[in-house]
């Protein structure tokens, strides 16, 4: 089983036009199109992240065009907003840029008895940002952890704090460095912190911004800049350097074969938790929508907004989850 | 911003008299109508003192949990037939505890009635030579033929309609071989988790010896790699206490002769890579807290201690050290079992005269100490979800309900100084979550406290010069026509939404400030300079020259030194800025000083929340001083003083109060503004007073932080608290100036 998801996964990652400039992601074929069906209308409420906000908007326009009598409110303020929002019954769907912590699955069975449903619904290439002038193309994980955390836990020998300590010479060299974030509601935060700062903390000069479009307009307008987002939010003003996990190994870049193959270190699920009670089929609105978000056309649109859709096998899988 | 409600019109309207109406009925209906006034407009006041005290009763209600203490009580009591566990797991729910006795039997039992689920002899009696339980679940026993067994225990969740049923499973049993040589293990820590199995122990020959089986999950597929490694490390002495992190990185000794050692296992060092001394009693318990970075050491003679890693306080580059953090009070006899939590830092210590005591590392505090119920502990053990411990004795079972809401919030953790673990000393620190429970919450509202009084400071130096001679100058010299368009024009900017001003402020002010710093210091200082210039060569001109000018056209003379002369100064400071500080101040200061100027910074932030406290404290100087009495300038004038005489020496004394509540309303003003500091500064919750960084206020942080935080939990109920702050520094400085002004006004009041 391992062995054909591993050669799928090959056979994808080679299937894809590979190209010195920015590819792009092809659906697979064999994901089923929407099938639309009757009696779904009522309102939808969406609480969590802001990483899934503009995906969650346009699965939103492409459901209304599906079911016009169906309203849909997104609200995308951070992945740890989504559990209070799920457990409150404010919101439907919690879209979640990282997994539930325990303390949160334990709030929600506090409540309901069983835990939350959680289906992926796409892949983020989480990218490291700079200015688009800036000379830097790649950096390591450990160079990462050394820049955004005063830690330092996964054992860089010293602190990066300017750009010269990572090699960069004239004008660059006496620049400190600006750094910008998200702040910790924030899914991204989170991820970013157990993954690329092997869990150790931020320092303090970290700039919180409450959304990933302020933290690349961030870098946009600060030459010295360098920030973390998903890649869809990815504009002109900006590069996504190359990761790799640490000094020797490969450098990945931020793009889809090197996410399908394995080589870019901060890829992750994008996710969307439900409130589905164990044994009991979950509400025809809320089914309906994750079912829009795996389908060929809901994959589209994650293309559409700059992540990667899923694979047919993981599809197949979150689509039974729901049953 | 209601700073000057009009309570003058009282809805009494004159009634017309009228011949045929007699004179007493109407008074009679002005009676009435004046009774109707004064009820509504003292229902309205006691409205208001009714609202904000019940904004305060409802923010105390909010904090008040914070204060409720920890318990811990015992909620089931069983016989136990078998030899006592010499360790205990839990379920999530709290239905089932199995314990491995050193025979070698499992034992599941149901926590409602004592009854045995499920009993299986792992081991043959006499093989095992420890037993100990370890992450995820898991029981694990060394034995004497050199091995470790991990036996992880699962509890299958199955919905049977709304009902939830609990099943306890053996899942796959692990075997790790540390001696080859088939020698005995006594002393041994083992993980399984996530990162794989590993285990580490003392050898017959008083080696220690580590297998590591390391798994790694392939992104997409899910498909696991394991490796296997096997490691002999060098102990200066026997260890009598191992302790192994989940990531299987770190591992953990105490040795009989009061070292405490610590072994990087990701370097390939047999010897140890740090060694500190544990003090004159020897250690009979060591534990990891979650996050694996702290150590809990408990004493022989009942001292309890926090150590972990930290680097060297001024030289990172002098290595790190294992260092005692923290100690607790004493308890009564040597600690026999530690148990931590996996939800918090919160662990159980437990002593040989059964003195149990529950404790929280960041906040320093004793949380509760109390008698275990069964005397002679075997095992201890944390339930999953961190609201129970089972604790297991020769002959009983007892089940502990652990009730520990806050702990993780005291006097200290929010105003003092904490020694964060792996920092090198004690600081003030705000980050209060993440995404993942092993975290340990930085509560300190020091930073936030200092953050807004830094704002509140900026702002105020620009503002109150500015707000406060502008009300002079409209107030007393300029021309009524002029005065009739300036006054409602300030007024007006008070209208602009906050929000508009912080995202100019961040977007489109903070790029160009940056860009020219050097300029706007030199038009900061140079345009007061330049006007007292202006002016004195407007004396200088002969008086017959100057009489032909209408009164008040002086102005466009001020007016145009200021546009030449602020064009002039800001090219100045270009051509400095290009020759004193190569072409980038903010790249010069960093090089020089080693300053970080930050685009998103107090200056910017000054001068945005500047322009919203502007025209209040503009609004209220600009009345108190239009006020002051006529006759008073009157006479002052008809006593020959100047104009400028009259102004400093009569109309601002008198005025002074007014001016000082305006002050302080503007203070008031800019303590609570939220959206301007959220947008325009980065949000960094430091302390550090320099212009040119950002801060974190405590409105913003509320703002930032308030949806994220699970409703009731310790960061909601600490945000309240900082909301309540923020209402208590209000309320006094506003009572203050209140005080201060009635004095003034009492002073002056016979001028």
């Not at chain 1, 460095?177 to 910790?184: H, P």
């Not at chain 1, 889809?256 to 901060?266: E, F, I, M, N, Q």
């Amino acid at each position: 089983m391992t062995c054909t998801r591993f050669a799928l996964a090959l056979a994808l990652s080679a299937a894809l036009p590979v190209s010195a400039s920015a590819q792009v992601a092809t659906v697979d074929a064999q994901i089923a199109p929407y099938a639309k069906v009757s009696g779904i209308s009522g309102s939808l409420s969406s609480v969590g992240s802001d990483t899934l906000n503009n995906l969650m908007t346009l699965w939103a326009e492409g459901f209304q065009k599906e079911y016009p009598n169906v309203r849909i409110q997104i609200e995308g303020k951070g992945s740890s907003t989504a559990p209070p929002a799920l457990i409150a019954g404010t919101a439907q769907l919690g879209p979640m840029s990282r997994e539930m912590k325990p303390t949160e699955v334990d709030e929600f069975e506090k409540k309901y008895g069983y835990p939350p449903t959680d289906v992926r619904v796409a892949i983020d290439a989480l990218a490291v940002y700079v200015n688009k002038d800036n000379p830097l193309d790649k950096l390591t994980l450990t160079q990462v952890d050394a820049i955004f955390s005063k830690a330092r836990r996964c054992g860089a020998p010293a602190e990066i704090s300017s750009w010269k300590d990572l090699g960069l010479t004239g004008a660059w060299a006496g620049r400190p460095m600006s750094l910008y974030g998200r702040n910790s509601a924030s899914g991204t935060y989170g991820y970013f912190k157990e993954h690329a700062l092997c869990n150790g903390d931020y320092k303090d000069t970290v700039k919180e911004q409450p959304g990933s479009a302020s933290v690349v307009q961030g870098v946009t307008a600060d030459p010295s800049g360098i920030g973390y987002s998903g890649i869809g939010y990815k504009t002109s003003g900006v590069k996504a350097v190359d990761l790799a996990t640490k000094e020797g190994e490969p450098y990945g870049k931020a793009e889809a074969s090197d996410v399908y193959g394995g080589k870019y270190p901060l890829a992750r699920f994008l996710r969307i938790y439900v409130n589905k009670p164990p044994g009991r089929p979950l509400d025809p609105l809320v089914r309906e929508f994750v079912h829009f978000a795996l389908s060929k056309q809901g994959q589209e649109i994650v293309v559409k907004d700059g992540y990667l859709p899923l694979l047919l096998d993981i599809d197949q899988t979150e689509m039974k989850k729901l049953e | 911003m209601a700073s000057h409600l009009d309570v003058s019109a009282s809805p009494v309207k004159r009634a017309p008299l009228r011949a045929s109406v007699r004179p007493s009925a109407v008074a009679r209906r002005r009676i009435l109508y004046d009774r109707f006034a004064r009820v509504v407009v003292s229902t309205g006041g006691l409205a208001v003192i009714a609202s904000i005290l019940g904004i305060l009763a409802f923010l105390v209600i909010e904090v008040w949990p914070l204060l409720t203490a920890a318990r811990v009580s015992v909620v089931g009591s069983f016989a136990e037939t078998g030899a006592a566990p010499a360790a205990l797991v839990l379920d999530p729910d709290r239905l089932y505890a199995a314990g491995l006795a050193p025979d070698g039997m499992l034992t599941v039992r149901r926590l409602g009635d004592g009854s045995t689920t499920l009993a299986e002899q792992l081991l043959s009696p006499g093989l095992a030579t420890a037993v100990e339980a370890c992450g995820a679940g898991t029981l694990a026993a060394a034995t004497i033929d050199g091995r470790v067994l991990l036996q992880p225990v699962t509890w299958d969740v199955s919905f049977e309609g709304e009902q939830r049923r609990v099943a306890p499973r053996l899942g796959d049993a692990a075997w790790i071989d540390l001696d080859p040589a088939r020698g005995a293990v006594s002393v041994f820590a083992a993980q399984r988790g996530d990162a794989g199995s590993a285990a580490a122990g003392v050898l017959a020959d008083g080696g220690v010896a580590v297998v590591r089986q390391t798994q790694t999950k392939q992104f997409l597929t899910d498909a696991l790699t394991t490796k296997e490694e096997r490691r002999t490390l060098d102990a200066p002495a026997r260890p009598t206490r191992l302790a192994l992190d989940r990531a299987q990185r770190w591992l953990y000794a105490a040795t009989a002769d009061g070292r405490l050692l610590a072994w990087d296992l990701a370097r390939d060092v047999a010897t140890p890579t740090l060694v500190a001394e544990s003090g004159a009693s020897p250690v009979s318990a060591l534990a990891l807290l979650v996050g694996d970075r702290a150590l809990v050491v408990g004493h022989a003679d009942g001292a309890l201690d926090v150590w972990f890693t930290t680097s060297h306080p001024d030289d990172p580059a002098r290595g790190s050290a294992l260092t005692r953090v923290r100690g607790f009070p004493r308890q009564d006899a040597a600690i026999t079992r530690i148990a931590s939590s996996d939800r918090n830092r919160t662990f159980l210590a437990l002593d040989a005269h059964a003195g149990l005591g529950l404790y929280y590392s960041t906040s320093d505090r004793v949380l509760w100490r109390g008698e275990a119920p069964v005397a002679d502990g075997t095992a201890l053990a944390f339930a999953p979800k961190g609201d129970g411990a089972g604790l297991a004795a020769p002959g009983h079972l007892a089940v502990l309900d652990v009730v520990n809401p806050h702990p993780e919030v005291s006097w200290r953790a929010l105003f003092g100084q904490v020694w964060y673990e792996g920092d090198p000393r004690p600081s003030f620190v705000w980050q209060s979550s993440s995404g993942s429970d092993d975290f340990e919450a930085k509560l300190s509202l020091t930073p936030l406290l200092v953050g807004t009084f830094k704002g509140t400071f900026y702002s105020l130096v620009l503002a109150i010069p500015l707000a406060v001679l502008g009300a002079i100058y409209t107030s007393q010299f300029m021309h009524p026509r002029l005065q009739r368009l300036v006054k409602p024009t300030v007024e007006l900017m008070a209208s602009l939404p906050s929000v508009v001003l912080g995202f100019l402020a961040g977007l489109w002010l903070a790029p160009r400030v940056e860009q020219s710093l050097p300029s706007l210091v030199f038009l900061a200082l140079g345009v007061p300079v330049l006007s007292l210039v202006a002016g004195a060569l407007w004396t200088a001109i002969p008086k017959a020259l100057r009489g032909r000018f209408v009164s008040g056209s002086e102005l466009v003379l001020v007016a145009l030194v200021l546009v030449v002369g602020s064009i002039g100064l800001y090219q100045l400071g270009q051509v400095v800025e290009h020759t004193t500080f190569g072409g980038s101040f903010s790249e010069w200061l960093f090089a020089k000083t080693g300053a970080r100027y930050d685009q998103r910074n107090a200056l910017v932030v000054g001068i945005a929340m500047g322009f919203a406290v502007i025209p209040i404290i503009f609004a209220i100087s600009e009345d108190a001083l239009s006020n002051v009495p006529h006759t008073l300038t009157a006479g002052s004038l008809a006593l020959g003083a100047s104009r400028w005489q009259t102004v400093v020496r009569v109309v601002l004394p008198t005025a002074s109060a007014g001016i000082f509540s305006a002050v302080m309303v503007g203070f008031g003003r800019a303590v609570g503004e939220t959206m301007i500091v959220l947008m325009a500064t980065g949000n960094t919750p430091i302390m550090d007073w320099s212009p040119f960084n950002g801060f974190r206020t405590l409105s913003a942080n509320i703002a930032v932080e308030i949806p994220e935080a699970p409703v009731g939990g310790s960061l909601y109920r600490t945000l309240f608290l900082a909301a309540l702050l923020l209402f208590a520094l209000t309320f006094v400085v506003n009572t203050l100036a209140e005080l201060v002004r009635q004095r003034l006004r009492e002073r002056y009041a016979r001028l």
